[in-house]
């Protein structure tokens, strides 16, 4: 029995496709159904390849992590990552700090937001296209403070800045900001 061992290396994950094959062949023909099942076998693994390299494509990075004190973590697709400065973050990524971290993140469009201690938000939306007129900003504070201020995104279209706190919404249309929102007791 041969075993033929295909593997892939990606950013995210390692795809591991075993296929045993018997090797009593008797003559050409055979040979031929050899050939063709391998083709076919290649092509799956192939598209198969395809579609995880698009969908890592697809996650464009809106903002990275560029100081760290104390704990922090992100999570991504319903997997916590401890935050480390230089990591990239995408929209639906949640970052929360402990009760000593904090964290400084810098968006696309320069935009600054200061993470305090025992906090946590989500990046709900994030679009910097100034070529094609595309601006969006939303962010979700579920509980502790941030400091906010503007970059570009708020110069150009700061009707298209979203914060919301889980007793408000707030419309930007200064560029410097501080909130805090407090547990429900």
Not at 14 to 32: A, D, N, Q
Not at 103 to 108: R, S, Y
Not at 152 to 172: N, S, Y
Request: hydrophobic share 45%.
């Amino acid at each position: 029995m041969n075993i033929y061992a295909y593997a892939w290396e990606g950013s995210a994950s390692i795809l591991y496709v075993l296929i045993f094959c018997r090797t009593e062949y008797v003559g050409h023909e055979s040979s031929i159904h050899k050939v063709r099942f391998m083709r076919t076998i290649l092509l799956f693994i192939l598209t198969l390849l395809l579609g995880v390299a698009a969908a890592q494509a697809g996650q464009s990075t809106v903002g990275v992590i560029k100081s760290l004190e104390g704990k922090a973590a992100i999570l991504r697709d319903g997997l916590q990552i401890e935050a480390k400065i230089g990591d990239t973050l995408h929209v639906g990524d949640s970052v929360t700090t402990d009760s000593t971290g904090s964290a400084g993140i810098m968006l696309e469009d320069d935009t600054l937001i200061s993470l305090g201690p025992a906090s946590s938000l989500d990046l709900d939306d994030f679009a910097f296209e100034p070529q094609n007129g595309l601006f969006a900003v939303a962010i979700k504070l579920i509980k502790g403070s941030f400091a906010y201020m503007s970059g570009i995104i708020g110069r150009l279209a700061p009707e298209k800045i979203r914060i919301e706190t889980p007793d408000a919404v707030i419309a930007v249309h200064g560029t410097r900001f501080l909130v805090s929102v407090e547990e429900a007791r």
